[in-house]
């Protein structure tokens, strides 16, 4: 620490380069940022996907819808016609579109409305990504711009990947103005708190270096894995938050130096000195939720995993380097207009409210934990019936183009068209598709499919198969199949003969559960046709990529939570000596995160207090949510806990008595989290005014249980169990703790006298 202060300019002109590099990068990032999940690489769908684009080269499973619609005009009046063709003609221009059907170059039925006034264009992309087909939306939009609207026409692009690009575009823009809520308002409770403007900005200052050095990386770090919204609004958050955490760890404990009679650089390398373990310990437990994330089989969660342990680390380095030396520069200003001799009356008051509080709840542990314990009870009941759901249009803005699209395909087609179940058939070793056996088990397979009522529609190679006969059948004569089908191209079958497509167009969105149910029969189906003529059946699509990937996050849950609670319980563990004080502290955390998702289970599954925000109930929690909130909660709310801990060791070293310890930590620390948890639960509670359901659920659940974490457990559930538990708190192996000197350790907060000691 002395080195950073004794370097202060150039650690100042270092970071002042860095930000402003970084700032560079940093306003590009929502050009890469991705709002769906590309397929996990080693799962079916991945498997799938991988196939297509080897032998087709095509997008084939997330392609587009484009609805051509009239209020007056018939689709059988030729006008209509033209106005199809024209919006065909104008996408099949773009190099990225692969295909574009349609009624009047196919005569399917199905892509005329049930209005008479609709009609519906299948856009195939020419791209081997979900992620590239996302990335077309707008072009596909851009060329259909202007081609319709003075004759009247209603032009729109919908899909799954057109439904992600809006979710990408109108998050950027949520976060924002969350930004232009939250922001402002940690400032006004920073000006109450420090009674100083330069006070009140420098939190500020520090989180805002983080975030934006911590963007900038995940925009670099884009080039090697696909980033998604949330990790944008994850940067966002953790950076502000527990940038301003720290930052009014060092800040208070400066001002309080000052208060004792040190010089400014004094008073800097003293704050930052004895806040630094502090930092350390909980930036590692933040840190371990976000590694945790490595531990799921999901390429763009890496991509969350690493902007969270950049902000991490980044906010960590600049409260150790950065803040020190503003501290040092600015010091004699931070108070002002106030005169520093007019702050100590008033801290110390409410240092001792703290510690009669503290006592008093020790005088009664049993009774205080009963309460608390009963109010976190009712909101951990809950969990018990929470249900997870997927990013569906329920999500999206009734404003929004695919939103508008979704609904006109549920009103005059039906919503499967969304997002489309593709259906690989790959022959075995010396098997060609196009042979009798193939062809007949291939015909056998989509009359099974077509007799289930949760399909409308089947496209692809069977249905080619089909055609080519009816053909054959009509001019009364018998082709050679085989050749038939190696002169109509790669459309639908490998030019091999190996790998063919069909696509099932069923009646309900890919993201409803009775969808992601059809994919798991489909795949737990023996096949026997297809069998016994030597082809296996892999399912892939939208449908299966979000069925993939709810297996692949739910299944890890199982190596998540394990995995987080037992090193924060190490680490906890290595930072205060003890034993019974981090099994307390993660237990806790994890009663924190209960209560988070119960209360989210009640407003946004159960839809109690839902209408007070706008919300309407989609009833279930996304479950990215479920697992956000799980690593991101478990690690943020150790904050607390570590600041708490962190004064209670300092005193207990100092007495060597617990109730004194925890009297006087209380008394250091409650003023610090209720000014910190006041900050972030704006912050994150400004997320309630976004458009997005997810990020609601995201920031709602955030506040709520920082608010729970700084009254409930840190105020009463603490001080009662470290009450009950006495001298044990302390115990650990071989080891007997003695106070330390009290010239080491000489500033207390609060007023001990009249309070007794245990043990």
């Not at 695919?402 to 058939?425: K, N, T």
């Amino acid at each position: 620490m002395r080195l950073v202060l004794s370097h202060a300019r150039t650690v100042l002109v270092a970071w002042a380069v860095l930000v402003a590099c970084a700032a560079v990068l940093a306003v590009r990032l929502p050009s890469v940022i991705h709002g769906g999940t590309d397929a996990i690489g080693d799962s079916e769908s991945g498997r799938v996907t991988a196939a297509i684009d080897a032998k087709f080269g095509q997008g084939a499973g997330f392609g587009f819808a484009v609805i051509v619609s009239h209020r007056e005009v018939d689709a059988s009046d030729p006008e209509f016609s033209i106005m199809v063709n024209e919006a065909a003609a104008a996408l099949q221009a773009l190099a990225q579109v692969r295909r574009v059907s349609h009624y009047w170059n196919t005569g399917a039925p199905e892509l005329l409305g049930r209005s008479g006034r609709s009609a519906l264009l299948l856009v195939t992309p020419n791209v081997a990504s979900y992620f590239a087909a996302e990335d077309l939306t707008n072009s596909l939009r851009e060329a259909l711009s202007g081609l319709a609207a003075d004759r009247g026409y209603l032009v729109t692009v919908t899909g799954a990947p057109a439904m992600f690009y809006d979710l990408t575009r109108h998050s950027s823009s949520d976060l924002t103005r969350a930004e232009h809520v939250g922001i402002p308002v940690a400032l006004v409770i920073l000006l109450f708190v420090f009674r100083a403007p330069l006070a009140a900005l420098l939190p500020l200052v520090l989180a805002g270096a983080a975030v934006t050095v911590s963007s900038a990386a995940l925009f670099l770090l884009s080039r090697w894995m696909p980033m998604s919204i949330f990790a944008q609004n994850v940067v966002t958050m953790i950076g502000l938050g527990i940038g301003v955490d720290y930052a009014l760890l060092v800040v208070i404990r400066f001002r309080r130096e000052r208060v004792q009679g040190c010089r400014t650089a004094d008073a800097s390398l003293r704050a930052a000195a004895n806040a630094a373990p502090a930092i350390l310990v909980s930036g590692t437990a933040v840190a371990i939720g976000f590694l945790a994330l490595l531990l799921v089989h999901a390429p763009f969660l890496h991509g969350m995993a690493f902007g969270g342990l950049t902000v991490v680390f980044a906010t960590v380095v600049a409260s150790l380097t950065l803040l020190p030396v503003l501290l040092q520069w600015w010091g004699r200003a931070l108070n002002w207009p106030w005169r520093l001799h007019g702050r100590p009356t008033r801290g110390t008051a409410i240092d001792r409210m703290w510690n009669r509080w503290a006592t008093q709840v020790m005088a009664h542990p049993w009774r205080y934990l009963g309460l608390a314990g009963a109010m976190v009870g009712i909101l951990v009941v809950p969990v018990f019936w929470m249900q997870s759901r997927n990013v569906s249009m329920g999500d999206m803005p009734p404003g929004f183009e695919s939103r508008r699209g979704y609904e006109l395909l549920r009103q005059d087609f039906v919503a499967g068209w969304m997002g489309p179940i593709v259906v690989l058939l790959q022959g075995g070793a010396g098997v060609d598709l196009r042979g009798p056996n193939a062809r007949q088990a291939v015909l056998a397979v989509a009359a099974r499919l077509g007799r289930d009522k949760r399909v409308v529609q089947i496209q692809g190679y069977s249905r080619l198969l089909r055609a080519l006969a009816a053909r054959d059948k009509a001019a009364g004569v018998v082709a050679d199949p085989q050749a038939a089908l190696s002169s109509v191209g790669t459309e639908w079958i490998s030019a091999d003969g190996g790998t063919a497509l069909m696509i099932l167009v069923p009646r309900a969105a890919p993201e409803r559960e009775e969808m992601l149910a059809f994919v798991r029969q489909l795949r737990g189906d023996a096949w026997p046709e297809a069998r016994a003529a030597g082809i296996g059946i892999a399912i892939g699509g939208p449908a299966a990529m979000i069925a993939d990937f709810d297996a692949e996050l739910f299944g890890s849950l199982g190596r998540i939570v394990p995995a987080v609670l037992a090193v924060t319980f190490v680490v906890l563990m290595a930072a205060f000596r003890s034993v019974l004080i981090p099994a307390k502290a993660v237990l806790m955390n994890l009663l924190s995160v209960l209560a988070a998702y119960g209360f989210l289970v009640l407003v946004f599954q159960e839809g109690i207090g839902a209408a007070l925000i706008g919300i309407d109930p989609p009833g279930g929690l996304n479950s990215l949510v479920i697992l956000m909130l799980f690593t991101i909660l478990f690690g943020l709310s150790m904050d607390y806990e570590v600041f708490l801990l962190h004064q209670i060791n300092e005193a207990y070293r100092r007495s060597g008595e617990n109730r004194i310890a925890v009297a006087s930590g209380v008394a250091c620390s409650a003023g610090l989290i209720s000014s910190a948890a006041a900050i972030m639960v704006c912050l994150f509670g400004s997320f309630a005014f976004t458009h997005l359901t997810a990020t609601r659920e995201f920031g709602l659940g955030l506040a709520f249980a920082v608010a729970l974490d700084a009254t409930v457990i840190r105020l009463l559930m603490v001080p009662a169990l470290m009450e009950l538990f006495g001298a044990a708190n302390w115990w650990w192996p071989g080891w007997k703790r003695h106070p330390a000197s009290k010239r080491r350790f000489s500033h207390a907060c609060g007023d001990t006298r009249g309070v007794q000691s245990v043990g």
